[in-house]
T-cell receptor, first 113, second 111 residues
């Protein structure tokens, strides 16, 4: 099983550039989410989706957009990259019950210079 | 009070020793509890769920104390491979179905 697949794994951007982090899951999970993880800050929720066509903001949504046109895909767009967006980004998915396991992608290391 | 709090560590423990972590949570309506393990530069992965009656998986024991609002993880006969960051995860199962991650406790097992 592929599980949750994220691309790219590493990316360097210049300030002001835009890019999209791709995330796909093959487990037919309703819930998908994007987190960023910074030293000393833990995992912080950026955006999440409870199903195709439905997205909502998390704790730190500014500077990011998402869409959920299919159950499988949940891309994260950086609109105009800033050095403060240098971080590790994790995509995650789970079934509808929040008592169930959360599956993470392998992470995307993003550096904005 | 933070929603989920963990001692960040690091805990430096000799191989073979027993180590315990606690995690406190603020929302008394929380329903589900988990421990996740995260290796350096890797994604978090589920270690074990935490049940009201306590549960054990090999060398790992998890317990829940609802009255005091904390969960614990005990690792017996620690191995070098146990070195990782351990994340406490709590969810409320209320209308917003919110999942909260602790910032993690770093564990270093020393040879």
């Amino acid at each position: 099983n592929a599980g949750v697949t994220q691309t790219p794994k590493f990316q360097v951007l210049k300030t002001g550039q835009s890019m999209t982090l791709q995330c796909a899951q093959d487990m037919n999970h309703e819930y998908m989410s994007w987190y960023r993880q910074d030293p000393g800050m833990g995992l912080r929720l950026i955006h999440y989706s409870v199903g195709a066509g439905i997205t909502d903001q998390g704790e730190v949504p500014n500077g990011y957009n998402v869409s959920r046109s299919t159950t499988e895909d949940f891309p994260l767009r950086l609109l105009s990259a800033a050095p403060s967006q240098t971080s590790v980004y994790f995509c995650a998915s789970r079934t509808g019950s929040s008592g169930n396991t959360i599956y993470f992608g392998e992470g995307s290391w993003l550096t904005v210079v | 009070r933070k929603e989920v709090e963990q001692d960040p560590g690091p805990f430096n423990v000799p191989e073979g020793a027993t180590v315990a972590f606690n995690c406190t949570y603020s929302n008394s309506a929380s329903q589900s509890f988990f421990w996740y393990r995260q290796d350096c530069r890797k994604e978090p992965k589920l270690l074990m769920s935490v049940y009201s009656s306590g549960n054990e998986d090999g060398r790992f024991t998890a317990q829940l104390n609802r009255a005091s609002q904390y969960i614990s993880l005990l690792i017996r006969d620690s191995k070098l491979s146990d070195s990782a960051t351990y994340l406490c995860v709590v969810n409320s199962r209320n209308r917003d179905d919110k999942i909260i991650f602790g910032k993690g406790t770093r564990l270093h097992i020393l040879p």
